[in-house]
């Protein structure tokens, strides 16, 4: 997966742009070999290699989700969801763990072709919202939110996927860094009173 991100990323940024799916899916076999699988198409088939491809779209939320989407509406915001991913993809993570998400809410790169963390990518999302908006930008990747608060957003992090922030590294301030999600979205309601 970290190789199809950063052939993603790669390709983005020298305005080639590709759906993240076609990535994955092209970079099944080098994969392979870069774990030390010599001769990966007699390892495995494109039928698996598809399967895994399809596996990729049965990724479930992270734990704590529906709390944290829970609490943000109980506070009267609006959540929308940024994706690197297709939004019929993304959608059903959310659908498959009974979280209604619409996909009007769904903003993609797939539709600008161009990449986060790209800063262009940040700007559509932020014209979502009026001018006297609170705008949260909030996520699980330091580089997601920290470009995202470059842009004009207010930046929430949780460490549910990296554990570390490596706040260090990055050149932005936050308004909120959390350990679970629920603990992040009580903070961005109390940050935004």
Not at 21 to 39: C, H, N, Q, S, V
Not at 43 to 66: D, H, I, N, V, W
Not at 159 to 184: Q, R
């Given at each position: 997966?970290?190789?199809?991100?950063?052939?993603?990323?790669?390709?983005?940024?020298?305005?080639?742009?590709?759906?993240?799916?076609?990535?994955?899916?092209?970079?099944?076999?080098?994969?392979?070999?870069?774990?030390?699988?010599?001769?990966?198409?007699?390892?495995?088939?494109?039928?698996?290699?598809?399967?895994?491809?399809?596996?990729?779209?049965?990724?479930?939320?992270?734990?704590?989700?529906?709390?944290?989407?829970?609490?943000?509406r109980e506070a009267g915001f609006?959540?929308?969801?940024?994706?690197?991913?297709?939004?019929?993809?993304?959608?059903?993570?959310?659908?498959?763990?009974?979280l209604d998400m619409p996909l009007?809410?769904?903003?993609?790169?797939?539709?600008?072709?161009?990449?986060?963390?790209?800063?262009?990518?940040?700007?559509?999302?932020?014209?979502?919202?009026?001018?006297?908006?609170?705008?949260?930008?909030?996520?699980?990747?330091?580089?997601?939110?920290?470009?995202?608060?470059?842009?004009?957003?207010?930046?929430?992090y949780c460490t549910v996927y990296?554990?570390?922030?490596?706040?260090?590294?990055?050149?932005?301030?936050?308004?909120?860094?959390?350990?679970?999600?629920?603990?992040?979205?009580?903070?961005?309601?109390?940050?935004?009173?």
């Amino acid at each position: 997966m970290t190789a199809a991100e950063l052939e993603f990323t790669f390709l983005s940024i020298s305005e080639r742009y590709k759906p993240y799916k076609e990535i994955i899916r092209a970079l099944f076999f080098r994969t392979l070999y870069m774990m030390g699988i010599e001769d990966p198409r007699s390892f495995a088939t494109e039928t698996e290699r598809e399967e895994c491809a399809q596996a990729y779209s049965e990724l479930e939320l992270r734990p704590g989700t529906k709390e944290c989407f829970a609490t943000l509406r109980e506070a009267g915001f609006t959540v929308w969801c940024l994706t690197t991913g297709d939004a019929v993809r993304v959608r059903g993570y959310f659908e498959r763990a009974g979280l209604d998400m619409p996909l009007e809410n769904f903003i993609t790169c797939d539709t600008s072709g161009v990449a986060k963390p790209a800063l262009d990518a940040y700007r559509p999302a932020l014209k979502k919202f009026g001018e006297d908006d609170i705008k949260w930008f909030a996520a699980a990747h330091m580089w997601d939110v920290t470009a995202a608060v470059k842009v004009g957003f207010r930046g929430a992090y949780c460490t549910v996927y990296e554990k570390e922030s490596c706040a260090e590294i990055f050149d932005a301030k936050l308004d909120v860094m959390e350990d679970s999600l629920l603990e992040m979205a009580q903070k961005i309601v109390a940050a935004s009173t």
